[in-house]
């Protein structure tokens, strides 16, 4: 019942990136990548392809069973063009277009995968709910900043709770960043409230641009100031600052008019 509270608010936020990609191209491609029973995939389908003439829905879920139990209900709901992939997000196969990705609580690294799957793909929006998260904070413990930009903040994650909860903050800093790096306007908000669900955060991006290099150094000298590298900007080749002497960027983000970001995507 909680989650289906999260997928019915979830689509009231998604409703104008559905209605973009469905007035813009008519074949449009959704993918719900990790999931699961398929909640969100079937509440989209009736709300905004069931009463349409084309687009398809792909839900992707690496367990079998599920699969096919979401399979079978599509059938006698006759929901034609909702597809159905057993695969996990990182080896899955993909339509070559997707425009429109979403991943609700792809645990760890499969939210990364989920995010390097609508970069690659050119996805012109994208929707992700993190969930549990462990290797950027398994990173903190093992790995030494590569730039030292202040000695006090190694103090943010001394202690495993500590280090636990920064980890997973700094890897949603981290996911946002590289979105707008990768030519996406960002939005970061709260899908629920904390009544419901602890891992409620939803990062929704909007590709406007092929690239934004300012956010590109700022995500480079973050990696190198904090001593991590997640999945997501090592599948991308993103690697941290070589040096300190990168030029720090202190003015505010560019709106996507401005020349900062490179390429603007024809809408």
Known sequence: MRKLKQVNHLMGLLRPAVEDVQARHPNAVMVDAGSGNAYLGFVLYELFLKGAASGTLLSIEGRPDLTERAQGRAQRLGFTRMQFQTAHIDTAQYPERIHLLMALHACDTATDDALVAAIRHGADHVAVVPCCQAEVAAQLKEKRPVVASSGS????????????????????????????????????????????????ELILGRRVHRENRRARIQLERL???????????????????VSAAVET???PEPDASEDTSEDVVTR
């Open 153 to 200: 903040m190694s103090l943010l994650y001394a202690h495993a709770w500590h280090r636990r909860e920064f980890g997973s903050h700094l890897t949603n800093v981290i996911r946002a960043l590289t979105l707008e790096a990768f030519g996406y306007q960002v939005t970061v908000t709260e899908l629920t409230g904390w009544e419901h669900s602890l891992k409620n």
């Open 249 to 251: 960027v202190s003015a």
């Open 223 to 241: 990696l190198a100031e904090t001593g991590v590298n997640p999945k997501l900007t090592r599948e991308l080749g993103v690697k941290p600052a």
